[in-house]
């Protein structure tokens, strides 16, 4: 059920009526979460089969992890890269004299 043509996210500034509209006819099976405007949620699949339904909660969440997780650890490097190399004691004029 991988996404076959569409493979980055959509832009977060989308409204759900035009995310929904982008995702048209890229994708196998759909399961679809969100809230209504009380604030109840709201869920429907394009598949019935209901433990084909929760693996597919149960992956999404999975995925996500990985990239929250892949996603410090790129922070991390990047952050060691650009940090400066310690002061040193050594006094380098010293044996100039």
Known sequence: MADKKNSEAPAPEQ???????????????VLITGFNSDGHL???SSVTNIPF?????NKSIFELGLFE???????????????EA????????????
């Open 42 to 44: 709201f869920m429907s």
């Open 53 to 57: 339904m929760h693996w597919t909660l």
């Open 86 to 97: 310690p002061a040193s004691d050594v006094d380098t004029e010293a044996s100039k004299s």
């Open 15 to 29: 409204t759900v009526d035009e995310l929904l509209d982008s995702m048209k006819g890229k994708y196998e099976s």
């Open 69 to 83: 997780k892949n996603a410090q650890e790129q922070a991390d490097k990047a952050k060691a890269e650009t940090k």
